[in-house]
């Protein structure tokens, strides 16, 4: 095979690798929109009350498997009548802007995609892009976190509790946090790329 053969093949998996972005892209932000609708109707699915799903302390059960298990549980969904309308508000915030900053993330990325076809790679777009991407997903991020975490306040008081499991929360965003982490680097090394650009133009 020639040179030129195999970097024709080269080009053609890495237009592919870019069209499976888009494509994962769209349906990544199908299953998000699928899903906060899901979640949102759970939370009403119990007639005059709230299903919340909430992290918990650990605490042993017995299991209803087979003749029943023991088992440890640190999460559940509670259902709780009487949760005041600002807590119920902030639930539903929860997943709709965590689902607005994932499906807005998805979207950029498949922009990139379509750019980087397009042949424009480091480029003050890509740049602005990437740093869009990297602050939906920590927007995401915190978003659902701060108002989930308002609201199950107020699903916990509406039982006379408190809720104590804050850091939990904040472990369960880590992978988005860690992405956005990821995402940023990688602006670094697109600003980078661009400056070499500009300095090897200029040897022109």
């Not at 970097?7 to 499976?20: E, I, K």
């Not at 349906?27 to 699915?45: Q, T």
């Not at 939906?136 to 006379?160: D, Q």
Request: aromatic residues 6%; hydrophobic residues 55%; glycine residues 10%.
């Amino acid at each position: 095979m020639t040179k030129d053969a195999k970097g024709q093949n080269a080009l053609r998996g890495q237009q592919h690798d870019l069209l499976y972005g888009v494509g994962w892209a769209l349906i990544a932000s199908g299953f998000v929109l699928y899903d906060s609708i899901r979640r949102i109707l759970e939370l009403f699915s119990t007639p005059g009350a709230i299903s919340a799903r909430s992290p918990l302390p650990p605490q042993q059960i017995e299991a209803g498997v087979g003749s029943g298990v023991s088992a440890v549980m640190d999460s559940a969904v509670l259902i709780v009548p009487g949760v005041n309308t600002v807590s119920i508000v902030c639930l539903v915030l929860s997943i709709a802007l965590g689902a607005v900053g994932l499906i807005g993330a998805a979207v950029l990325v498949a922009a990139l995609c379509v750019r980087l076809l397009r042949g424009s790679v480091f480029d003050r777009i890509n740049i602005r892009l990437l740093a869009a991407i990297s602050l939906s997903l920590t927007g995401a991020a915190l978003c659902t976190m701060a108002f989930r975490t308002m609201g199950l306040n107020g699903v916990f008081a509406a039982v006379g509790g408190s809720f104590d499991e804050q850091r939990q929360l904040f472990f369960e965003q880590l992978p988005l946090f860690g992405v956005a982490f990821a995402v940023a680097v990688l602006i670094v090394v697109f600003r980078r790329g661009a400056l070499l650009q500009k300095e090897t133009e200029g040897l022109v």
